[in-house]
C-alpha cells in the first residue's frame, strides 16, 4: 500500500510540475496573463508540499528538488498526453486526484495541503455552487469537520462550511482548506507556501505562561480562569472592569459586578479560558452555548482565528490537541500572526508583535455595516439590549417577554442589512415582509417607541460602537425612522405595503421628504388616471402605457429608490423591476395581472421606447 502512495504522490507531483511549466509558458506568451501567479502557486503550495510528503515517506522517493518531467503514459496513474487538455482541465483533473489521494489512510498531511491548493485553483471564486466544487464535497462528504495543526504548517481545514471574516462576512469555502499559519501569506488568511519559505516553527515556547485553572469564589458565582489560554481580546475587562481587573491581584474580583453580567462576559469570552460555577458545580454546557452553535471559523480583523461549534483539533499526527485544565472544546482560538507561546493556541501576541491584516482601500469609502464593527458588532449591542435592558424595564419586558431564543441575532443581521452588510436577514428570514409581520397588530404606542430607541442608543454605548459623530448620526437616524415606521405599522386598521424592498441606510440616506413614501395608515390614492394597454400590434411606449400602469401608490412606496414615473428611472432599473413584477414582489400591495406584465415585457423586448 506504502508503494501504491509513494508512486500514485510521485505521479501526481510530475503532473504538477508539468502543468506549471505550461502555466508559465502561457504567461510568457501573454504579458498581460495573470498565469503567472497560478505557476507560482503550483510551485508553492502544490509541488513543495508534495515533494515533502515523498521525502517523509522513505528512501526511493524524490526529494524536495524538481525532477524534470516524463513523457506522456510515464506516469502513474496519468491517462493519455497531458499537453492536449486545458490549463483549467488540468487543474481540475490534478484537484480531483489530490482528493481522493487525501482520504488514503497513511496519507502524509501535506497532501491535505496540496490538495487545498488545487480545490482552490480549479474551484475558483465565485464557484460556491460549480459542478466541480460539488463534485469535491461528494468526494470528502464523509470526513467529520477538523481543524488539524501540520508541524511548521498551515492549519488543515477540513468541512468546515462557515468561514467569516471580522465583520462577519462569508468568505468562499472549499471542502479541504489550508489557512496560513505563519502569519506571512499573501493571500491571507489562506495559506501560500510562505511558512516553508521563513522555516516557520509550530512549537510551543518553553517560556509561556504556565497552564493552571485558579477559581474565583463569589457571592454568587465563582469564576474559574486559565491564564495560559487567553488571547488578551478584552471582551471581559473592556465590558466589566470592576469584575475583570487589569494589572491587579486577583485578577477576578467576583463579587464586583451583578451575577448576569458576569455570566456574560463569560460566555463571550472567545478563548475558552473563562467558566463558572454555580453551588461549586460548573456550568460548562451554559458556558459552550449549550453545544448548539453552527461549526465557524471567524478570521478576527489583526487577531486570531475565533473558532465555534466544537469543531474537532487535532496535531500533526492526528491526535487530539493537548489542551490547558477547563479549556472549552466548543470554542477556542487559534495563532494567525505565528508568534503565539502557545501554538496552536493564540496566547495575545499579535498585539505586542503589531499583527496588521493588509488595510482596507484608503479610497474606498466603509459602509455603516463595516464602520460599525460589522455583525458581530451588532449581534453584541443587540444582546446588551434584551438581556440586559429589556427584561427589566416595565414598557418593554412584557412586550419581548415571548420572543425566541435567536431573536437578538435576527435584529443584529436585519440591521446589518440595512447598513449595507450581508443579506442575512434576506436569505434567511424573508426580508422585509418577515419584519412587517412582527409589527402588524401589535398596537406599539409612543412610550413604548421611545423607550426602545433610548435602550438601543444605550446598548450601543454598552457594546462599544463607534462614538464619533458620524456614525451615531447616521445610525441614530435609522433607529428614529425605522421605529416610527414600526409605530406606524402597528396600529389597528393599518395597511402598509407588504412587498417593499430591504430599506438600506448609508451615509448619505435620508428618510426624504413627508408623502414620499407610501404610508401604512393613509388610503390609497383614487386619483389615479387609466390604465392604457397596448393593442396587439401597437408599439409599446412609456409615456402612453407603461406609465399609466404605476400607480400614485406604487410610486410613492419606491421614490426613495428611484422614480416609477421618469422615464429614465425605470429604463435603468427595468431588467430588476421586470423580475419583481412577474414574481409578485410588485406592486407592494399585491401582483399585476397578466397582461400588465406581458405589455412591460413588450416594452423591455422592444427597446424601451420613451
Known amino acids: 500500500m506504502a508503494n501504491q502512495l509513494t508512486a500514485e504522490l510521485r505521479g501526481l507531483r510530475e503532473r504538477a510540475v508539468e502543468l506549471k ?39 526511493g522517493a524524490p526529494g524536495p528538488a524538481l525532477a524534470s518531467a516524463g513523457g506522456p503514459g510515464q506516469t502513474a496513474g496519468r491517462t493519455g498526453d497531458a499537453g492536449s487538455e486545458s490549463p483549467s482541465e488540468g487543474l481540475w483533473q490534478l484537484a480531483e486526484e489530490a482528493t481522493r489521494l487525501r482520504l488514503t489512510s497513511g496519507a502524509p498531511t501535506e497532501v491535505q495541503e496540496a490538495a487545498a491548493a488545487l480545490q482552490a485553483l480549479a474551484a475558483g471564486p465565485g464557484a460556491e455552487d460549480s459542478d466541480r466544487l460539488g463534485r469535491l464535497r461528494q468526494l470528502m462528504a464523509e470526513l467529520p469537520a477538523r481543524i488539524q495543526s501540520q508541524s511548521n504548517g498551515p492549519y488543515l481545514v477540513t ?24 502569519g506571512k501569506s499573501s493571500i491571507k488568511p489562506f495559506c501560500d507556501g510562505t511558512h516553508a519559505e ?68 463569560v460566555r463571550d469570552c472567545p478563548s475558552g479560558a473563562l467558566s463558572y460555577a454555580i ?31 466544537a469543531i474537532a483539533l487535532s496535531d500533526a499526527s492526528g491526535e487530539d490537541e493537548a489542551r490547558e485544565a477547563g479549556a472549552s472544546r466548543e470554542h477556542y482560538a487559534l495563532c494567525r500572526c505565528g508568534r503565539s507561546q502557545n501554538k496552536p493556541f493564540c496566547s495575545g501576541m499579535h498585539w505586542y508583535v503589531e499583527f496588521k491584516d493588509p488595510p482596507p482601500d484608503p479610497d474606498a469609502e466603509p459602509t455603516i455595516f463595516a464602520w460599525a464593527g460589522g455583525l458581530p458588532a451588532l449581534t453584541r449591542m443587540t444582546r446588551v439590549f434584551y438581556e440586559k435592558y429589556v427584561p427589566q424595564d416595565p ?36 426580508g422585509y415582509p418577515r419584519m412587517l409581520s412582527q409589527h402588524i397588530g401589535k398596537g406599539l404606542t409612543e412610550d413604548k417607541r421611545a423607550r426602545w430607541v433610548q435602550l438601543i442608543l444605550r446598548s450601543a454605548q454598552d457594546a462599544g460602537l463607534p462614538a464619533d459623530p458620524e456614525f451615531r448620526s447616521a445610525f441614530s437616524s435609522y433607529i428614529e425612522w425605522g421605529s416610527r415606521l414600526a409605530l406606524e405599522n402597528s396600529q389597528p386598521g393599518a395597511k402598509p405595503p407588504e412587498h417593499m424592498p430591504m430599506p438600506h441606510w448609508d451615509w448619505n440616506t435620508a428618510a426624504g421628504p413627508p408623502g414620499s413614501r407610501a404610508a401604512g395608515l393613509q388610503p390609497a390614492s383614487d386619483e389615479d388616471p387609466p390604465i392604457s394597454l397596448p393593442s396587439a400590434d401597437e408599439p409599446v411606449s412609456f409615456e402612453m402605457h407603461i406609465k399609466t400602469m404605476f400607480r400614485h401608490r406604487d410610486r410613492q412606496s419606491m421614490k426613495f429608490v428611484f422614480d416609477l414615473w421618469a422615464y429614465d428611472d425605470v429604463k435603468r432599473n427595468a431588467h430588476a423591476i421586470g423580475e419583481r413584477l412577474a414574481d409578485g414582489s410588485m406592486p407592494c400591495d399585491g401582483a399585476w395581472p397578466e397582461e400588465q406584465v406581458a405589455a412591460f415585457e413588450r416594452w423591455v423586448g422592444s427597446g424601451m421606447r420613451p
Request: hydrophobic fraction near 35%.
Open 159 to 182: 468541512n468546515v462550511v462557515r468561514l467569516t471574516n471580522g465583520l462577519g462576512e462569508a468568505l468562499p469555502t472549499r471542502p479541504q482548506m489550508a489557512l496560513c499559519r505563519c
Open 279 to 309: 453551588d461549586e458545580r460548573e456550568a460548562r454546557d451554559q458556558v459552550d452555548h449549550g453545544m448548539r452553535r453552527e461549526p465557524a471559523v471567524e478570521v478576527t480583523n489583526d487577531g486570531p482565528y475565533r473558532i465555534v461549534g
Open 395 to 430: 414598557l418593554l419586558g412584557p412586550l419581548f417577554a415571548n420572543m425566541s431564543p435567536d431573536h437578538p441575532e435576527r435584529v443584529a443581521k436585519w440591521l446589518a442589512e440595512v447598513f449595507c452588510g450581508p443579506k442575512h436577514y434576506s436569505e434567511e428570514y424573508g
Open 198 to 265: 521563513i522555516g516557520f516553527s509550530s512549537d510551543k515556547d518553553p517560556n509561556r505562561v504556565p497552564g493552571r485553572r485558579d477559581a474565583y469564589p463569589g457571592q454568587q458565582v465563582t469564576v474559574l480562569d486559565n491564564r495560559a489560554i487567553c488571547q488578551h481580546a478584552g471582551y471581559c475587562s473592556d465590558r466589566l472592569a470592576t469584575v475583570f481587573r487589569v494589572g491587579e491581584d486577583p485578577f477576578v474580583a467576583p463579587s464586583g459586578g451583578r451575577m448576569d453580567e458576569i455570566i456574560r462576559a
Open 21 to 59: 511549466s505550461r502555466f508559465e509558458a502561457a504567461a510568457g506568451t501573454n504579458p498581460a496573463s495573470t498565469e503567472e501567479p497560478v505557476s507560482g502557486r503550483l510551485q508553492r503550495s502544490v509541488i513543495r508540499p508534495l515533494s515533502d510528503a515523498l521525502k517523509r515517506l522513505g528512501p
